[in-house]
């Protein structure tokens, strides 16, 4: 591992499904772009599902999936070796799944066809991590539903861990499983949750996240639902929305923004 590669910063999100993952993910793409002009961010959309690259108004044309696909396909050898032996070896080929946006890059993992190659697509994106993380300063990855991508540890690399919950039960349990999972399989620095979608913010002391530090809480944005219907990206969105100020102030306590 070189030098770069422990400097880059890189900032995952996890939790339940539907809590606002890609929504926040997008978000810190955002921020990290408009203050950061200077330094390099990836957006990396690990949920096969996709939707960071709307979010992020991406146009995406070719996944990573599509590159191994490519290079499964076109490898003479390819009967013997593993899929990810032949993606190590085509490295420079990961560059073309890159989508330069104005101020950011964006990759996406993709979407395996059968049901069957679901574990080994995660497992392409932690080399994939490991491939361009020399080259960027942030990393944004935006995982999956659950917890399988930390369990898989795909994400082992990762310096912060941002637990996305809602203010059900069911999204605080998710995220205080997905922390356990995480101490023993992770070796990240710091994480914490982001109370996302909140009625009100009398949940508040409903809310148990265990230990886990609550780095906002941040109400439901109804300028979300019209962006949504717009199919309008984050980029739009004033620095006064709600989902930006709460994001901002989760990336401030997170030592991330100042
Ligand atoms: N603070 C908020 N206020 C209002 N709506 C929100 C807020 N955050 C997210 N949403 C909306 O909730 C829905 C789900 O958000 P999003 O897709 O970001 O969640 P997710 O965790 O990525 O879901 P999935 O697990 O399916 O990937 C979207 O319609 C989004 O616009
Ligand atoms: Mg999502």
Redesign the pocket.
């Known amino acids: 591992m070189n030098k770069e590669t422990n400097d880059a910063k890189i900032l995952a999100?996890a939790?339940?499904?539907?809590?606002?993952?890609?929504?926040?993910?997008?978000v810190i793409v955002k921020l990290l772009v408009e203050n950061f002009p200077d330094k390099k961010v990836l957006a990396i959309d690990a949920?096969p599902?996709v939707?960071?690259s709307t979010?992020l108004g991406v146009n995406v044309e070719t996944t990573i999936d599509d590159i191994r696909k490519e290079v499964v396909a076109t490898a003479e050898d390819g009967d013997t070796k593993s899929a990810i032996e032949l993606l190590g070896e085509a490295r420079y080929k990961i560059f073309d799944a890159l989508v330069e946006q104005d101020g950011f890059s964006f990759i996406a993992v993709g979407r395996p066809e059968a049901a069957g190659c679901y574990c080994k697509i995660n497992s392409y994106l932690k080399e994939v991590i490991s491939i361009l993380a020399g080259n960027y300063d942030y990393i944004v990855i935006?995982g999956?539903?659950g917890v399988e991508q930390i369990n898989r540890r795909v994400m082992e690399k990762i310096t912060h861990l941002l637990l996305?919950t809602d203010s059900s039960k069911k999204g605080t349990q998710v995220v205080q499983t997905i922390k356990k999972v995480a101490d023993d399989l992770v070796m990240y620095d710091k994480v914490g949750v982001v109370a996302?979608?909140?009625p009100d913010l009398s949940v508040k002391e409903y809310m148990d996240c265990g230990d886990i530090p609550v780095l906002s809480y941040?109400?439901?944005?109804?300028?979300?639902?019209e962006?949504?219907l717009k199919g309008e990206n984050v980029f739009y969105l004033s620095n006064d929305a709600?989902?930006v100020k709460?994001m901002r102030e989760a990336l401030v306590n997170m030592g991330i923004l100042n």
């Open positions: 999100l939790g339940k499904g539907g809590v606002g993952k890609t929504s926040l993910a997008a949920d599902a939707g960071l979010a935006d999956e539903a996305v996302n979608r909140l941040i109400m439901s944005d109804s300028s979300l639902a962006f949504d709600t989902i709460g």
